[in-house]
């Protein structure tokens, strides 16, 4: 029969596969003759979160005692792997556009999502003794919303100049620009969903 910790190891394998893909779509957003190199490490990692996912949903089902409620590891597991999806998602983007250079104000996304991505994989194994790590728990929480927030600053004022710079000239430019800011907005709103599930599995138990 599963552990009910190997639970624990399984959202750890899956968070090393979103902050990795978090550091190459960093790097990505830097440009480069490296942008190619990196868009396919992310491809490679979100097919390993895919993965893990399905052995996650595997064990709910054959686990007899799961660490907390099977739905809501279903549900969380689901909301990091859409985190991932989305970095996917705007790997498909740059390709389709063959972009190899970004804004100043996407790379400071890039930088955000990998604080993110940082503070996700630090507050999963707290969950294993959540009773000890409350407070914890609930700093990361709120450091991911406030960082969410800045990065829809971010987005806004991008845009805007997006808008200033070819809304007129270049509107390929723009709708390009534009749905690279939105794409990386995406990923953040994810990472702001899995800080809203991880809380509300320690409203729930503790």
């Known amino acids: 029969m599963p552990r009910e910790d190997r639970f624990f190891d399984l959202f750890a394998q899956h968070s090393r596969t979103v902050v990795g893909g978090a550091e190459a779509l960093e790097r990505l957003l830097h440009g480069g003759d490296q942008v190619a190199r990196n868009c396919q490490t992310i491809i490679k990692l979100e097919d390993e979160a895919d993965e893990i996912t399905r052995q996650v949903l595997l064990a709910t ?51 955000m999502i990998v604080k993110t ?12 003794h959540m009773g000890k790590h409350v407070a914890r728990l609930t700093e990361i929480a709120e450091e991911i919303t406030r960082v969410e927030g800045a990065s829809d600053v971010l987005h806004e004022h991008g845009l805007k100049d997006l ?20 794409a990386l907005e995406n990923v953040m709103d994810r990472f702001e969903d899995v800080a809203n599930e991880f809380s509300g599995i320690v409203i729930e138990n503790v």
């Open 61 to 111: 089902r054959k686990s007899f005692i799961t660490p907390f409620d099977r739905g809501d590891i279903k549900d969380l597991i689901q909301s990091m792997d859409d985190a991932i999806d989305m970095m996917h998602k705007t790997v498909k983007t740059v390709m389709l556009y063959e972009q190899t250079s970004f804004d100043p104000g996407m790379q400071e996304m890039g930088a």
């Open 117 to 128: 991505a940082h503070l996700v994989a630090e507050a999963l194994p707290l969950l294993e």
């Open 163 to 182: 808008y200033h710079r070819f809304g007129r000239t270049d509107p390929m430019a723009y709708l390009i620009g534009r749905e690279l800011y939105t």
